[in-house]
C-alpha cells in the first residue's frame, strides 16, 4: 500500500473580515453628536434670551423644583411660558417682551408725540392769524374806527372773533337781520382774511337778554339770533371766504351773554366767528363736541369795556 493513503488530509479555510471604512456604526455616533450640538446652542439661546431674574427662577427650579412646584403660581403651570415651572412668569413684560407689544408702543408713543406737535404748530398759526388780523384793522382806515367792536381771543377751540354792538354803533337795525353798511365792510373784510387759512369756521348769533317785540306769531330771539348769523355768513362769503370752510352756523339767542352782569347791555349783542381748531372740527363732525363755541366766555374785562354801553332794546 502506498504511504500516500496514511498521509493526513488539511483543510484551509480563509477568514474574511469586513473592511472598517464599510461600516455604518459611525453614522449611529455623528448623529448623536449632532444631536447633542444641537440640544447644546438651543439651551444657549434660551439661556441667552432670559432676563437675570428669570434666570435665577430657573436656578431655583433646579435646585429644588418641588418647592416651586407646590407653591404654584403662573410660573409653575403656565402653558405660554417659554421654561415650563419655576421662577416668575417669562410671559411678562419684564423679561420676555413679544415683538407686537413693543411695535404697538412705538406707534403708540409717536403718534401722542405727532399730534402734540401738530397742536403746537396750529396754535402757532392761529396765533399768527390773530396778530394779522389785528394788523389789518389797524392799518385799514375803514375798519380802524371800529376797532373797540371787534374782539379776538384764543380759546380752547381755535381763535374766536366777536363784533359787539355799541349802544350808539349797532350791527343791525332793531329787531331785525339788516345789516348796516359798515358791519357788512368788517364782514367782508374778515372773510377776505380767512379764506387764506384752512380751518374752517363757526358763527354764532346772539342778542340780549329782552324779549322780542313785535313780528310774526312765535319769533323770538331763537329766529333773531339765527337770521343774523346767517346774514353773517353771506357777508363773509361776499368777501371772498369759500362757503365750503363754514362748518356750522347758529344761533343762541340769549343763553351765552358776553357780560352777565349786564343782561340788556348791548355788547351782548353780537356775532361770533370762531376759526376752529382741528379738535373742535373733528368733535363737531362727529357729533360729539363740547356744548358750545361760546361755553367758557366769561364777562366782559375791565380793559375791553367799551364807552358809552348800556341797556337797550330787545335785539
Known amino acids: 500500500m502506498s504511504d500516500d493513503s496514511t498521509r493526513p488530509i488539511i483543510i484551509k479555510r480563509k477568514k474574511v473580515i469586513a473592511g472598517g471604512a464599510h461600516g455604518g456604526a459611525w453614522k449611529i455616533a455623528y448623529a448623536d453628536f449632532v444631536t447633542a450640538m444641537m440640544a447644546f446652542f438651543l439651551l444657549m439661546w434660551l439661556l441667552g434670551s432670559t432676563a437675570k431674574g428669570d434666570l435665577a427662577g430657573i436656578a431655583d427650579h433646579f435646585q429644588n423644583p418641588m418647592k416651586v412646584a407646590m407653591s404654584g403660581g403662573d410660573g409653575a403651570g403656565d402653558a405660554t411660558s ?16 413679544k415683538k407686537g407689544d413693543v411695535e404697538a408702543k412705538k406707534t403708540t408713543s409717536f403718534s401722542k408725540e405727532a399730534q402734540a406737535e401738530f397742536r403746537r404748530k396750529e396754535q402757532e398759526r392761529l396765533e399768527t392769524l390773530k396778530a394779522d388780523i389785528e394788523k389789518m384793522i389797524e392799518q385799514s382806515p375803514q375798519l380802524a374806527q371800529f376797532k373797540k367792536q371787534m374782539l379776538l381771543d384764543i380759546t380752547s377751540e381755535g381763535l374766536r372773533i366777536q363784533i359787539v354792538d355799541e349802544q350808539n354803533r349797532p350791527m343791525f337795525d332793531s329787531g331785525g337781520a339788516e345789516l348796516k353798511p359798515y358791519t357788512r365792510d368788517i364782514l367782508r373784510q374778515i372773510g377776505k382774511a380767512l379764506n387764506d387759512v384752512k380751518n374752517r369756521i363757526s358763527l354764532a348769533g346772539h342778542t340780549d337778554a329782552a324779549g322780542f317785540v313785535g313780528g ?17 355768513r353771506r357777508e363773509l362769503v361776499a ?25 340788556l347791555g348791548s355788547v351782548n349783542r353780537r356775532i361770533s366767528i370762531v376759526v376752529l381748531n382741528q379738535k373742535t372740527e373733528d368733535a363737531i363732525l362727529q357729533e ?11 364777562s366782559l374785562p375791565d380793559g375791553l369795556k367799551l364807552p358809552g354801553i348800556g341797556k337797550g332794546t330787545a335785539g
Open 82 to 97: 417659554i421654561l415650563k415651572g419655576g421662577g416668575k412668569d417669562l410671559t411678562r413684560q419684564s423679561g420676555q417682551v
Open 216 to 232: 310774526s306769531q312765535g319769533f323770538t330771539n331763537w329766529e333773531l339770533s339765527s337770521n343774523r348769523a346767517n346774514a353773517s
Open 239 to 263: 368777501g371772498g371766504m369759500d362757503d365750503s370752510k363754514v362748518l356750522r352756523v347758529v344761533g343762541l339767542a340769549s343763553t351765552v351773554l358776553f357780560d352777565k352782569n349786564d343782561p
Open 288 to 298: 360729539e363736541g363740547p356744548a358750545s363755541d361760546e361755553a367758557d366766555e366769561e
